[in-house]
């Protein structure tokens, strides 16, 4: 059986698992870079809740969050074994599967589905087969996150607005290189420090989206939330893959169901909770702005067909197909 990698903080943790535990259960650990308040942690439970549930206690299920690490510490130990499943970001596909990694780039997409389709077919299975080589690590689940939108301290409704301001963004080459092309000047700045940036005037536009704006204060230093929608992501639930091949038949599909409901169930809510957030934002005193999006597209192209020429064919022509 698994040995846990566990502190004394980890423990406290684990009264989830119940009093009623089987002593003699199947260990699976869950590793989640995200604070127990963010909606793929209760994803996570409903993971565990399920598996526990549908075992009938065969396995029990344990949560690991950021006191075991952050997401490339999740990920690697997913990738040897120390974890049977790792949430991660974007980061598993830039590390394991990068020339694939086209569902996250900015004003390409117009939908989650849209961006979904290149984890789908053959080129999800080329991707799959990327993140084991790679990595030794399954895709298993996708759980979509809210769309990224612009702030700023004046109405952005076109390309011209942003010309030569200063803008951050997270240290994504390809997303710095797009925002270059169509006018901004990107500064790659940790999100800790984005709020002190905007107040003190180092930068003075910033994009997230609306749940991470609205956490991290920003309507404090931001009077304008530009709903250009320009990047739609997800976050990757990954398996390890010696795990997932020594499963039986019915453990597998019992696993799998558990991650597949729960991640439906959680783009429900994420969705759900995008309007709300919104008007929490209006009550804060912020304003929405509708840019005419397709004109940032259209500025955009030249970087997106640079950056596409990189991606594995299939997904370089799909990329192409919507941006022509």
Not at 125 to 147: C, D, F, I, T, Y
Not at 190 to 216: K, R
């Amino acid at each position: 059986m698994k040995t846990i990698k566990a502190s004394g903080i980890v423990l406290a943790g684990l009264i989830t698992l119940g009093a009623t535990s089987n002593a003699s259960a199947e260990e699976m650990a869950i590793a989640l870079h995200v604070e127990p308040s963010h909606p793929m942690f209760k994803i996570g439970e409903r993971i565990k809740q399920r598996i526990e549930e549908q075992t009938d206690g065969e396995y029990s299920v344990t949560l690991l969050g950021t006191e075991v690490g952050g997401e490339r510490d999740h990920l690697e130990g997913a990738s040897y074994g120390e974890y049977d499943i790792a949430l991660g970001g974007s980061m598993p596909m830039t590390l394991y599967a990068e020339k694939f990694a086209a569902a996250d780039l900015p004003f390409v997409y117009s939908s989650s589905d849209e961006a979904r389709e290149v984890y789908r077919g053959e080129s999800g299975k080329l991707l799959n087969e990327q993140l084991m080589a790679n990595g030794n690590l399954r895709l298993v689940g996708l759980s979509a996150r809210n769309p990224r939108n612009l702030t700023s301290n004046f109405p952005v409704k076109t390309p011209d607005d942003i010309q030569g301001v200063r803008m951050r963004v997270p240290e994504i080459a390809p997303w710095i290189k797009i925002w270059k092309q169509i006018g901004a000047l990107p500064s790659p700045i940790a999100w800790p420090e984005v709020y002190t940036s905007l107040q003190t005037g180092v930068i003075e536009m910033q994009e997230n989206p609306v749940d991470l704006i609205q956490a991290g204060k920003l309507y404090e230093v931001q009077d304008y939330v530009n709903r250009t929608e320009h990047v739609y992501s997800f976050f990757h639930w990954l398996m390890n893959e010696d795990f997932y091949e020594g499963l039986s038949d019915e453990s597998r599909d019992i696993i799998l169901g558990a991650i597949e409901e729960a991640t439906a169930w959680g783009d429900d809510m994420v969705a759900n909770g995008q309007e709300e957030t919104y008007a929490e934002l209006k009550e804060e005193g912020m304003e929405v702005v509708e840019p005419d999006v397709a004109a940032f597209r259209e500025a955009a192209k030249p970087a997106i067909r640079e950056i596409a020429s990189g991606y594995n064919p299939q997904v370089r022509d799909y990329v192409l197909s919507l941006i022509e």
